[in-house]
């Protein structure tokens, strides 16, 4: 190769290198926030879900990994609580390492207050100590029968038991650690159960206070160390004033916490059927939210582009409270990845499935900055 084609060659990767970063720079100012939660693997999923943090995540924009976590990690604070199949402490450093190599912030979920059950599968917390049970039917067979015929599948702890927090937190905090964050999210979505009429500590007290009380106690406890509390949002948004089904927004009275909750906050806004209006709400209160997505595109679509318009909008003091978006995962890692990998070269449907809504949510990440 002669000096002018050389020269020729270097000009050519100058200008495309420029063209990179001027869109990232782009990508960063209009979505500071491009999340991906999902279970964490199994280990026996693990080095295939690595290899799709390193070849996959980054190349769509990902700069944020939620990973839900709960019990399957070997705790070495509570082995009580360990799933019987759970990530070891070197397990957890290859995902760290991943994340750390492609610029992703890695955040662990671990679900506190409610979602302590699946049906009629009580998760690990409870199982050990029934004692923390909101509505405990171990205690109290004769008063609580579970599953509840309500339709309601999810247990609560009593967030006012007195052994409650030494348990909980030891937890967040082993986890946090081997994690290497400064972030956790906590959960929190769907809690049917608070301030039951029949819990000797709650009885009576005000659902909404009981609710800020716990994500507060939480949250102070993170900043000890400076890490920052995400929680999801609908326990904080009026079911009946915006008509949002009940797992959206609360039938039970929690909304009034959204005004009794530390500002630093960040709520996980989910709505999977319909671009709802909410984080323009959330914002109203000074915190900062994330919309999440799931499975159908045209919703997906239509949130980044919300998003973005929502802080192009907004008044300087209130931009960075739109923090950005979050594509959300509700099978394992395994069936996701299968699902994925079957449609990775095909042309994006409309078809409502994780892997189409995921391709569509990038797509658009990258047409709306520019920088594809």
């Given at each position: 190769?002669?000096?002018?084609?050389?020269?020729?060659?270097?000009?050519?990767?100058?200008f495309?290198?420029?063209?990179?970063?001027t869109?990232q720079?782009?990508l960063?100012?209009?979505?500071?926030?491009r999340a991906?939660?999902i279970s964490?693997?199994?280990?026996a999923?693990l080095?295939r879900?690595?290899?799709?943090?390193?070849?996959?995540?980054?190349?769509?924009?990902?700069?944020?990994l939620?990973?839900?976590?709960?019990?399957?990690?070997?705790?070495?604070?509570?082995?009580?609580?360990?799933?019987?199949?759970a990530?070891?402490?070197?397990?957890?450093?290859?995902?760290?390492?991943?994340c750390?190599?492609?610029?992703?912030h890695?955040?662990?979920?671990?679900?506190?207050l409610g979602?302590?059950?699946?049906?009629g599968?009580?998760?690990s917390?409870?199982k050990?100590y029934p004692?923390f049970?909101?509505?405990?039917n171990?205690?109290?067979?004769?008063?609580?029968?579970?599953?509840n015929?309500?339709?309601?599948y999810?247990?609560?702890?009593?967030?006012?038991?007195?052994?409650?927090?030494?348990?909980?937190?030891?937890i967040?905090?082993?986890?946090?650690?081997v994690?290497?964050?400064?972030?956790?999210?906590?959960?929190?979505?769907?809690?049917?159960?608070?301030?039951?009429?029949?819990?000797?500590?709650?009885?009576?007290?005000?659902?909404?206070?009981?609710?800020?009380?716990?994500?507060?106690?939480?949250?102070?406890?993170?900043?000890?160390?400076?890490?920052?509390?995400?929680?999801?949002?609908?326990?904080?948004?009026?079911?009946?004033?915006?008509?949002?089904?009940?797992?959206?927004?609360?039938?039970?009275?929690?909304?009034?916490?959204?005004?009794?909750?530390?500002?630093?906050?960040?709520?996980?806004?989910w709505?999977?059927?319909k671009?709802e209006?909410m984080p323009?709400?959330?914002?109203?209160?000074g915190l900062?939210?994330?919309?999440?997505?799931?499975?159908?595109?045209?919703?997906?679509i239509?949130?980044?582009?919300?998003?973005?318009?929502?802080?192009?909008?907004?008044?300087?003091?209130?931009?960075?409270?739109?923090?950005?978006?979050?594509?959300?995962?509700?099978?394992?890692?395994?069936?996701?990845?299968?699902?994925?990998?079957?449609?990775?070269?095909?042309i994006t449907?409309?078809?409502?499935?994780?892997a189409?809504?995921?391709?569509?949510?990038?797509a658009?990440?990258?047409t709306v900055?520019g920088?594809k």
């Amino acid at each position: 190769m002669n000096l002018k084609n050389k020269a020729f060659l270097l000009l050519c990767t100058f200008f495309a290198c420029l063209h990179i970063a001027t869109a990232q720079r782009k990508l960063d100012k209009l979505l500071p926030v491009r999340a991906f939660c999902i279970s964490a693997p199994k280990p026996a999923n693990l080095q295939r879900f690595v290899k799709f943090i390193n070849e996959e995540l980054p190349g769509n924009k990902i700069n944020t990994l939620i990973l839900r976590v709960d019990y399957n990690y070997q705790y070495e604070s509570h082995p009580e609580l360990r799933d019987s199949i759970a990530l070891s402490k070197d397990d957890v450093k290859q995902l760290v390492e991943a994340c750390k190599k492609n610029n992703i912030h890695l955040i662990p979920q671990v679900n506190l207050l409610g979602h302590q059950s699946w049906a009629g599968v009580t998760s690990s917390l409870l199982k050990k100590y029934p004692q923390f049970d909101e509505t405990p039917n171990v205690l109290m067979p004769a008063v609580y029968v579970w599953p509840n015929p309500d339709s309601l599948y999810c247990k609560s702890y009593c967030p006012l038991h007195p052994d409650l927090h030494a348990v909980v937190f030891d937890i967040v905090d082993e986890i946090c650690s081997v994690f290497e964050t400064n972030a956790f999210h906590a959960g929190m979505d769907e809690v049917f159960y608070i301030g039951d009429p029949k819990c000797p500590r709650c009885a009576g007290k005000d659902k909404a206070v009981l609710f800020a009380g716990e994500v507060n106690i939480i949250r102070n406890h993170l900043a000890l160390k400076k890490r920052k509390l995400y929680i999801w949002g609908d326990r904080l948004i009026d079911g009946h004033a915006t008509k949002v089904g009940e797992w959206e927004g609360s039938y039970n009275n929690t909304q009034d916490a959204v005004n009794l909750i530390a500002k630093d906050v960040v709520i996980c806004d989910w709505h999977y059927d319909k671009a709802e209006p909410m984080p323009a709400y959330f914002a109203s209160k000074g915190l900062s939210v994330i919309t999440c997505t799931w499975r159908t595109p045209d919703v997906a679509i239509a949130q980044v582009k919300d998003m973005v318009q929502y802080r192009k909008a907004a008044k300087p003091a209130e931009k960075k409270l739109y923090q950005g978006m979050m594509m959300t995962i509700w099978t394992g890692t395994e069936p996701f990845l299968d699902e994925y990998y079957a449609r990775k070269d095909s042309i994006t449907g409309t078809e409502k499935t994780q892997a189409n809504t995921f391709k569509a949510f990038t797509a658009t990440i990258n047409t709306v900055a520019g920088s594809k």
